[in-house]
């Protein structure tokens, strides 16, 4: 059994459009996964002192903390910081610097667009840290 031409002809420009338009759609899909989930969308440093670190999570155990910002002893509320660490080592130093209590800290961390849950709670992720 053969079919005509103009009935193959006719089913290929459906099928191409219907392969572009799905490509098209997961190029789109993948970039707006990176853009949101992988892109930094900014790196900076933070200082301050008074550093508590948690692990939390019901599926996904992550490292999450926060300290309060500036090294001088004032008087009021200051500023907190919330974070995620991602890094087994960035958190061991963390982990000693939470045993100098006067400690000044040096955090240098991205900023994500979105939070991803192995990740962590927070788009601020920590990158390094000194004291």
Known sequence: MTTTPNAESAKNPFK???????????LLLGF???????????KGSRIGKDLKISTKGN???????????????VIGNLPIFTFSISDDNVQKTLLELQLKPK????????????????????????VSARE
Not at 17 to 26: G, H, K, Q, S, T
Not at 60 to 67: A, Q, R, V
């Open 16 to 26: 191409k459009w219907v392969r572009r338009i799905l490509l098209i759609v997961i």
């Open 103 to 126: 400690a000044c800290i040096e955090l240098q961390y991205e900023e994500f667009r979105r939070i991803l849950p192995w990740r962590g709670d927070s788009k601020y992720v920590i």
């Open 59 to 73: 599926i996904f155990k992550t490292n999450e903390g926060y300290f309060t910002e500036g090294c001088r002893d």
């Open 32 to 42: 707006c996964v990176y853009w949101f989930y992988f892109n930094a969308y900014s």
